[in-house]
Structure formats: structure tokens, C-alpha cells
């Protein structure tokens, strides 16, 4: 199977998954980010597709941005044009193109985790 990326947000104040959240995927190199693409989560908090996959992913380093801020305020957690936790960023390197990375959001309105997942 080739490899891919995917991702999921669970929002943990809540209980349950993150449906809303606009992400976009980057590959950073020589200190610019190139947009791979931008999808949202659907009612199970996972993005209808692989945010990357076959070809089209290479060795290198990518940056999800999650767009936590915007979820958070239309789910009533959060309110005002400043907030602790707006948009989070995660980089990750990709050392072998053939290899699975599902790159989980863990989030609530002060605190977010993620973690290799399978």
C-alpha cells in the first residue's frame, strides 16, 4: 500500500469528535510553505480522504494547520478576537514515503496533544 497522511481531531472537552475544523496541509522546505491542500472534518471528526497519499507524498517535513479557533467559537467553548488556542500548527517529518502517519488533534480551549497514531 502507498503511503499517506491522514488525521482526525477528537475535541476532549466535549467528548466527542471535532466536526468543523478546517485543516491544511503544508510542505515546508528551504523555509517556505507550500499548500498541499485544505479539506474540513466531517460528523466523525475525520477528513472524508487521505489529506496526502501515493505519489504525491515524499520524504520530507509537512505542517498540518488545524483551524481550532473557528471551531471552538462556533461550538460556544470560546468567544472574542483573542484566543489562547487559534490556529495549531503541527510539523512532522516524513522519513519513509511508503509508511502510514495519521496525525491525530486532540483540543479543548486551552489544551491540544497529538501523537503518532496508527
Known amino acids: 500500500m502507498?503511503?499517506?497522511v491522514t488525521t482526525h481531531v477528537l475535541?476532549?472537552?466535549r467528548g466527542k469528535p471535532?466536526?468543523?475544523v478546517k485543516i491544511s496541509l503544508f510542505r515546508v522546505a528551504d523555509g517556505l510553505h507550500h499548500l498541499l491542500g485544505q479539506t474540513t472534518t466531517n460528523a466523525d471528526g475525520r477528513t472524508d480522504a487521505p489529506?496526502?497519499?501515493g505519489e504525491a507524498l515524499t520524504v520530507g517535513v509537512y505542517e498540518l494547520v488545524f483551524s481550532a479557533?473557528?471551531?471552538l467559537r462556533a461550538s460556544g467553548q470560546a468567544t472574542g478576537?483573542?484566543?489562547f488556542l487559534d490556529e495549531i500548527p503541527i510539523r512532522f517529518?516524513?522519513?519513509d514515503a511508503e509508511a502510514h502517519y495519521h496525525v491525530p488533534l486532540l483540543i479543548s480551549p486551552f489544551a491540544y496533544s497529538t501523537y503518532r497514531g496508527s
Open 11 to 13: 475535541d476532549t472537552a
Open 69 to 71: 479557533g473557528d471551531y
Open 51 to 53: 489529506m496526502l497519499a
Open 81 to 83: 478576537d483573542v484566543l
Open 18 to 20: 471535532a466536526s468543523g
Open 93 to 95: 517529518g516524513i522519513p
Open 2 to 4: 502507498a503511503g499517506r
